[in-house]
């Protein structure tokens, strides 16, 4: 039986929760890695990934078909330029903003223990592509289906 801390990464890269949002998505792309565990006093308190990132790029979706009254006609150019300036404030905004507003805070974890099929079955069930490795609750390394899979080819 391989155990997680045969095939797991100590070296982990991670973030604050108080780090950018733009300062995280840098470090996914420096890195060249598609998640993150968010560390506060070496405590993992969230998980950030690619996906929650992109999530911030999708356009509010529009519901049922509206026509405006005769009265609205006049005020729709102003509405449409309302809202036009509100979407350009938040695109700015959104690289400023804390990692702690979209990152995951229900956070699948494993400990170095545990066996490889463990990990697996944990990252199916919850459908996660890392599990940070804790134990005695601090963050120790990090496993992601790679590792899992570079370990059975190995074995």
Same mark, same amino acid.
């Given at each position: 039986?391989?155990?997680?801390?045969?095939?797991?990464? *100590?070296? /982990?890269?991670?973030?604050?929760?108080?780090?950018? #949002?733009? *300062?995280?998505?840098?470090?996914?792309?420096?890195?060249? #890695?598609?998640?993150? %565990?968010?560390?506060?006093?070496?405590?993992?308190? $969230?998980?950030?990934?690619?996906?929650?990132?992109?999530?911030?790029?999708?356009? %509010?979706?529009? $519901?049922?078909? !509206?026509?405006?009254?005769?009265?609205?006609?006049?005020?729709? +150019? @102003?509405?449409?330029?309302? *809202? !036009?300036?509100? &979407?350009?404030?938040?695109? &700015?905004? #959104? $690289? *400023?903003? +804390?990692?702690?507003? @979209?990152?995951?805070?229900?956070?699948?974890? #494993?400990?170095?223990?545990?066996?490889?099929?463990?990990?697996?079955?944990?990252?199916?069930?919850?459908?996660?592509?890392?599990? +940070?490795?804790?134990?005695?609750?601090?963050?120790?390394?990090? /496993? &992601?289906?790679?590792?899992?899979?570079?370990?059975?080819?190995?074995?």
């Amino acid at each position: 039986m391989i155990k997680v801390k045969e095939i797991m990464n *100590s070296n /982990v890269i991670y973030c604050d929760p108080s780090a950018t #949002i733009s *300062s995280t998505a840098q470090l996914l792309k420096e890195h060249d #890695i598609s998640g993150v %565990p968010v560390v506060k006093n070496n405590v993992v308190v $969230g998980v950030v990934s690619e996906v929650d990132l992109l999530k911030l790029l999708e356009l %509010p979706k529009h $519901g049922d078909l !509206w026509l405006p009254s005769p009265f609205e006609v006049i005020e729709i +150019p @102003i509405r449409e330029l309302i *809202s !036009w300036e509100e &979407t350009k404030k938040m695109l &700015t905004d #959104i $690289g *400023s903003r +804390p990692v702690s507003d @979209i990152m995951k805070k229900d956070v699948s974890m #494993i400990s170095s223990e545990d066996s490889i099929e463990d990990a697996s079955e944990l990252m199916s069930r919850h459908k996660v592509h890392r599990l +940070p490795v804790i134990d005695n609750g601090k963050l120790v390394g990090i /496993v &992601t289906r790679g590792d899992i899979i570079r370990g059975i080819a190995s074995a």
